[in-house]
């Protein structure tokens, strides 16, 4: 089945730093690639969108030079959180299709943030 | 707006009986339907695709699309302890856009 891979999967980080978590498609090639986070006790929001070779698609409210993606392959997405703060800490969590339209969303094991 | 909805639960059945969880979808045109099961602390993983109104039966679990109804639901049978997560269900819309929208989620608890 199809594997999508994040890391790492757990991170502390100092406020004010910034951290990058990857997400890449094991066995299928994404052209689109979708970035969720999730607190405690509440449902995957998502964040935006990643286009392989273009600009992603921010959800409103979510900054997009906060939160840079870039989607530089048909395997490979990343999601940098800039500057962080402790208001960041959360469950980051990727996901992946492959080429076929009405195929499901397949998900990474998620990275926990957590700034200090 | 493209909605999906689920009640929220949370929902408790006992070890062995049969669970019911229901969504309800708003865009018509939606040709895609999956259920989500997702551990406290974990990511989703995908438990079940439906494409087509009836039945889909995937070992203890079945799922059911009436688009006429625009109502997807999940049924569990002899459920176990291990059972007990938040479902989300998740409809892909009509449009070039295809996105994918996740129902709140229901919150499932099997007591032993």
């Known amino acids: 089945g199809a594997v999508v891979s994040q890391h790492p999967s757990r991170v502390i980080c100092k406020s004010g730093t910034s951290v990058k978590i990857e997400c890449r498609s094991l066995?299928?090639?994404?052209?689109?690639m979708f970035w969720y986070r999730q607190f405690p006790k509440k449902s995957l929001m998502l964040m935006a969108t990643s286009n392989e070779g273009s600009k992603a698609t921010y959800e409103q409210g979510v900054e997009k030079d906060k939160f840079l993606i870039n989607h530089a392959s048909l395997t490979l997405s990343t999601l940098t959180v800039t500057s962080a703060h402790p208001e960041d800490s959360s469950f980051y969590i990727c996901?992946?299709?492959?080429?076929?339209?009405?195929?499901?969303?397949?998900f990474g094991n998620g990275t926990r943030l957590t700034v200090t | 707006q493209k909605e999906v909805e689920q009640n929220s639960g949370p929902l408790s059945v006992p070890e062995g009986a049969i669970a019911s969880l229901n969504c309800t979808y708003s865009?018509?045109?939606?040709?895609?339907f999956f259920w989500y099961r997702q551990y406290s602390g974990k990511s989703p993983e995908l438990i079940m695709s439906?494409?087509?109104?009836g039945d889909k039966e995937d070992g203890r679990f079945t799922a059911q699309l009436n688009k006429a109804s625009q109502y997807v639901s999940l049924l569990i049978r002899d459920s176990q302890p291990s059972d007990s997560a938040t479902y989300l269900c998740?409809?892909?819309?009509?449009?070039?856009?295809?996105?994918?929208?996740f129902g709140s989620g229901t919150q499932l608890t099997v007591l032993p």
């Open positions: 996901s992946a299709r492959d080429r076929t339209n009405n195929s499901p969303l397949h």
């Open positions: 998740a409809v892909i819309s009509s449009g070039s856009a295809r996105q994918l929208t």
């Open positions: 066995d299928f090639q994404a052209t689109t």
């Open positions: 439906i494409y087509s109104n």
């Open positions: 865009d018509r045109g939606s040709q895609s």
